[in-house]
């Protein structure tokens, strides 16, 4: 089933929570709303759950207009990261429930629980109650009452952050697997990248209210619409080099640097000329070693993370991050060369942050 928000604004009194918000979430899809505290992405979940009322606007599941629609209408499963469990009933009857006060017949119930249970492998635990259960269990727990209801959508508001970081990257997978063969639209709210790149089939970035991007995971990280989005999405987060384009060198210039431009990227930037060089860490390469034509740095501290290693570098008047092998080694402040990928460099408007494209 898909979902619209259409021109849907939320006010707290004063205060604009979501503004303006236009998405279409396609049949079967689970899409992330990404960003950062108090940017309305739990809001927006919960104007579609019924738990808000929008101020303006319109959304829709499917065809039908549910502004209106009570909760327990809408046909919808929430997934908390508080698990929400009942503690006094066994895990079998916490599953069961969504059926029960539905009049399900119990040997239809007893059929589904052992079901979903079984997906979920979570059939061994059925007999025990909450409290003896680990964090990923009543995590799957919860997951399996969402599921039996087999609803239109699926809403699930940071249904790991609990979870330890082992245990995260485990059910991120279990959960991507899951919704692969339910095929059930799903709605996913969190502020952690790497579950929003390793999970959706799109992403919806927000900030401040306003909705800055959606689109796949990798146009995301690869075509950032402004710097908000370069920046918050990618770890270690790109570099920005603020700077002039030298039209006369076909440079780009800042204090103690100077970056030859692709042919193909001086018609965008030749009637500018304060603009902001953004780079990832991985188009940075280092060499401990002189190379010419390569730019002069001084190494401020390195980073051994096992399969790599970060080296935050001094260059002119500004400091970047570059991915190094595992086996870089290079003492704080010691001198070392650089060379910047130009050809995968973006350039961000410096005034407005906006992208700017070829």
């Not at 997906?119 to 009452?145: C, H, W």
């Amino acid at each position: 089933m898909d979902v619209k928000f259409q021109n849907v604004t939320k006010l707290f009194g004063r205060t604009t929570v979501v503004d303006h918000l236009d998405l279409v979430i396609e049949d079967g899809e689970l899409v992330v709303l990404l960003g950062p505290s108090g940017c309305g992405k739990t809001t927006t979940l919960r104007m579609l759950a019924g738990l808000e009322e929008a101020t303006s606007g319109d959304i829709f599941i499917g065809d039908e207009r549910v502004n209106d629609v009570p909760t327990r209408y809408r046909d919808i499963a929430m997934v908390f990261q508080n698990y929400a469990l009942y503690p006094h009933m066994t895990i079998a009857e916490n599953i069961a429930y969504p059926l029960k006060v539905r009049k399900v017949a119990k040997d239809q119930i007893d059929q589904r629980v052992k079901r979903v249970a079984d997906s979920l492998e979570i059939a061994a635990l059925l007999s025990r109650r909450p409290r003896e259960l680990s964090g990923g269990e009543r995590q799957r727990v919860a997951l399996a009452r969402a599921i039996i209801r087999e609803p239109r959508v699926y809403l699930m508001d940071e249904p790991l952050s609990n979870l330890d970081a082992k245990l995260r990257v485990q059910m991120r997978g279990e959960l991507k697997r899951l919704q692969h063969e339910l095929g059930t639209t799903t709605i996913y709210v969190t502020h952690d990248q790497a579950e929003a790149m390793t999970l959706a089939h799109r992403v919806a970035i927000m900030r401040g209210g306003k909705l800055q991007q959606f689109d796949t995971p990798m146009n995301i990280y690869n075509q950032p619409a402004n710097r908000f989005v370069a920046e918050f999405v990618g770890s270690p987060s790109m570099n920005f080099i603020e700077g002039d384009v030298d039209v006369a060198s076909r440079s780009f210039v800042s204090d103690g640097l100077s970056i030859a431009l692709p042919e193909t990227r001086l018609p965008m930037l030749a009637d500018l000329q304060r603009v902001t060089l953004g780079v990832r860490p991985e188009n940075i390469e280092v060499s401990s070693t002189e190379r010419a034509g390569w730019l002069n740095a001084s190494v401020y501290v390195t980073e051994q993370m096992g399969n790599e290693t970060f080296v935050f570098l001094t260059i002119g008047g500004d400091k970047v991050i570059a991915r190094a092998p595992a086996d870089f080694r290079a003492e704080m402040e010691s001198r070392v060369w650089v060379q910047i990928d130009a050809g995968k460099a973006l350039f961000f408007d410096s005034d407005s942050g906006e992208a700017l494209r070829i």
